[in-house]
């Protein structure tokens, strides 16, 4: 309303000089965006229908839906796939839940055993994967690794378990690294959402004789219900996105067991110069991704 | 009784708590006191708790093996007519550790990806949250669905890209795309939302310039939002793995996390020196994430937070 207002009451050169204006300073913004963000998102799009590599000289061809077609009967891919999905469905659920119980824990500490543990649990994300994922690749190796030399102490193993080797253990071994990198943002979010629940309201179902669980269900849950959506989506983006964990640790090994879409895409596009294989797998994955975001924002919205 | 049962059970989630975040920074852990252990005490199948003796000898690996000049300058648009299409370089620095190098690398990457992102964020947000002009909404949408979609896809077209432009390995090709990733236009468009449309009007009744107006009246009200968006794009373009490892390839032009990737690759069980790498590379970003703590979850919060 009050922009409609604002629009009929200016005058014809006032509304000039906010368009000029406007768009200048969007400009430099702009530039980078639609160079660096839009055009190869466009790219990848096209070029997913060409059979094209890296290579100076050569030309690209179309081919249609020739990749896509490949795509589903690529072996590889399909494993890609289901490792992908096994990674999200696992992760997913364990980030929520764990990051809504510790948030739910700290939120009401003294605030400097709140920042102290909101800082501890997002350690593993600012270090940075390379730091992480060396270090952890020590600490499953086979023989100098502390995960072998504990669960023989404990007399859990009798022989020590090659972690990263093993097609049973390998794409284990990265969720729990990557769980472990993915709390923190979550655990940041729910603190502050959960700091933000209308206290009158909490108070009021106290008087009313609510324990606790009822309180947390009943009031602050509905409350913090856009924060949840929020944390799933993006929490949903990374592991789909898992990308320098297996890089590092694995290189999509053994025997193609670790591959996730993201690596793979890397592997056709770098290391097999597959161009135009690898942007129609990057679509797949957009595709993916927009209609999950799609499904739970529209979830989001029914159930408030 | 309600009351005494949730201290004794608060009680013990506390020190569930306590001992996850200790597990949580073991890593970390790790990795410093590793960075000092013996070769001895790196590969004993009985862990080392704590080094027995601190041993400098994995940082000297660390800054003997790889050489490489302090700095290189070269003369501006040299890579468009040099014949290997590489930049020309004007200066040269004295050799060092390739280590010292590409943390300067990772230094300049950092600041300049930070200062671009929050000058064109600050401007294009502002513009967006309280200008009135067609297409205004079109923008506002396509920047929306640009976040949404997975970022890392755009990486292999943007390698094509580079080349043509000639940015192919050198570190405007991974600050140029952190930039135009408009997470920073949407967060500052966010917090510029409430600047009162009144005190805009008083400027210009003044007759301030549109400049001047952003410069005395918008950007004081705005720089919460962008010292969280500095922060923000300082420390996840520090880690932002991914594009550098497909941007850059010459061993001068690597970022920290790059190279410690490199070492790790060549030496691969030698875990004192990676250990030493790993620690060189992650000390100074995460010493740099508790002084800015605050603004940085502010960051992470005020995306997330949408009105």
Redesign the interface.
């Known amino acids: 309303m009050p922009?409609n207002k604002?629009?009929s009451g200016?005058s014809r050169a006032l509304?000039r000089r906010?368009?000029t204006?406007?768009?200048?300073?969007?400009l430099?913004?702009?530039v980078?965006?639609?160079?660096?963000?839009?055009?190869?998102?466009v790219?990848?799009i096209i070029?997913s229908f060409f059979d094209s590599n890296?290579g100076k000289n050569t030309q690209d061809v179309f081919i249609g839906f020739g990749n896509y077609i490949e795509l589903f009967q690529d072996p590889i891919f399909r494993g890609a796939l289901k490792n992908t999905f096994v990674i999200v469905l696992v992760s997913v659920p364990v980030v929520m839940i764990f990051s809504l119980w510790?948030a739910n824990?700290?939120y009401d500490m003294k605030p400097w055993l709140t920042?102290l543990?909101?800082?501890?649990?997002?350690?593993?994300?600012?270090?940075?994967?390379?730091?992480?994922t060396?270090?952890?690749?020590?600490?499953f190796?086979n023989?100098?690794g502390?995960f072998n030399?504990i669960l023989k102490a404990l007399g859990i193993i009798s022989k020590p378990i090659n972690w990263l080797g093993d097609p049973k253990y390998a794409l284990g071994c990265i969720i729990l690294i990557l769980l472990?990198t993915s709390v923190g943002?979550p655990i940041?979010?729910y603190v502050?959402?959960l700091g933000n629940v209308d206290q009158s309201l909490v108070e009021a179902a106290e008087v009313d004789g609510a324990?606790?669980r009822q309180v947390f269900w009943k009031i602050k849950w509905a409350q913090i219900m856009?924060?949840t959506l929020?944390i799933l989506?993006i929490t949903m983006?990374n592991s789909?996105?898992c990308?320098?964990l297996i890089?590092?640790l694995t290189s999509g090994g053994p025997l193609h067991s670790t591959d996730t879409i993201?690596y793979y895409?890397?592997y056709t596009?770098?290391k097999m110069s597959r161009?135009g294989y690898?942007?129609a797998m990057?679509?797949i994955?957009?595709i993916i991704?927009?209609v999950l975001?799609g499904i739970q924002f529209k979830l989001g919205q029914s159930d408030s | 009784m309600l009351g005494q049962k949730s201290k004794a059970s608060k009680a013990i989630e506390f020190i569930v708590i306590l001992i996850i975040a200790l597990l949580f920074t073991f890593p970390l852990y790790w990795i410093v006191t590793g960075a000092f252990k013996t070769a001895k005490e790196v590969n004993s199948t009985t862990p080392v708790w704590w080094p027995y003796e601190w041993t400098m000898a994995n940082w000297e690996k660390l800054m003997g093996k790889l050489k490489a000049p302090l700095f290189e300058i070269s003369i501006p648009f040299s890579q468009y007519w040099s014949e290997d299409g590489a930049p020309i370089a004007a200066v040269t620095g004295a050799t060092v550790p390739a280590a010292i190098r590409w943390m300067i690398n990772t230094v300049f990457m950092a600041v300049a990806a930070m200062l671009l992102t929050c000058l064109t964020s600050a401007l294009a947000g502002y513009s967006l949250a309280k200008k009135r002009f067609v297409g205004r909404n079109l923008i506002f949408t396509l920047i929306v669905c640009a976040m949404a979609l997975p970022k890392q896809v755009i990486l292999i077209p943007l390698i094509r890209e580079m080349s043509s432009l000639k940015f192919y390995n050198t570190m405007a090709a991974v600050i140029f795309p952190i930039v135009g990733w408009p997470f920073g236009v949407f967060l500052i468009k966010q917090f510029a939302e409430s600047i009162p449309g009144e005190i805009l009007e008083a400027a210009r009744i003044d007759g301030a310039g549109e400049l001047k107006t952003f410069n005395t009246v918008v950007f004081p009200m705005i720089k919460p939002g962008v010292g969280a968006l500095a922060i923000f794009t300082f420390i996840s373009s520090w880690n932002d793995y991914f594009m550098q490892l497909i941007m850059l390839s010459s061993t001068k032009n690597l970022t920290i996390s790059l190279g410690i990737a490199k070492m790790q690759a060549e030496n691969a069980t030698d875990y004192g020196l990676i250990m030493a790498g790993a620690a060189f590379a992650s000390v100074p970003i995460i010493v740099v994430f508790i002084i800015f703590q605050k603004y940085f979850t502010k960051g992470i919060t005020m995306g997330a937070v949408k009105g």
């Not at chain 1, 204006?21 to 969007?26: D, E």
């Not at chain 1, 980078?32 to 998102?41: A, E, K, N, R, S």
């Not at chain 1, 800082?119 to 994300?125: A, R």
Request: glycine residues 4%; charged residues 5%; aromatic residues 20%.
């Open positions: 922009m604002n629009r200016m509304v906010e368009t204006a406007g768009y200048l300073f969007l430099p913004s702009l980078f965006f639609l160079t660096f963000v839009v055009y190869p998102m790219m990848c070029t890296m510790v824990c700290i920042s543990f909101r800082v501890v649990f997002y350690l593993p994300v600012v270090t940075g994967s390379v730091a992480v060396v270090v952890w690749k020590w600490m190796n023989y100098y502390i030399y472990t943002q940041v979010l502050s959402a324990n606790h856009p924060t929020y989506i983006i789909f996105q990308f320098a890089q590092l993201m895409i890397y596009a770098l161009y690898g942007n990057g679509v994955l957009m991704i927009a975001s």
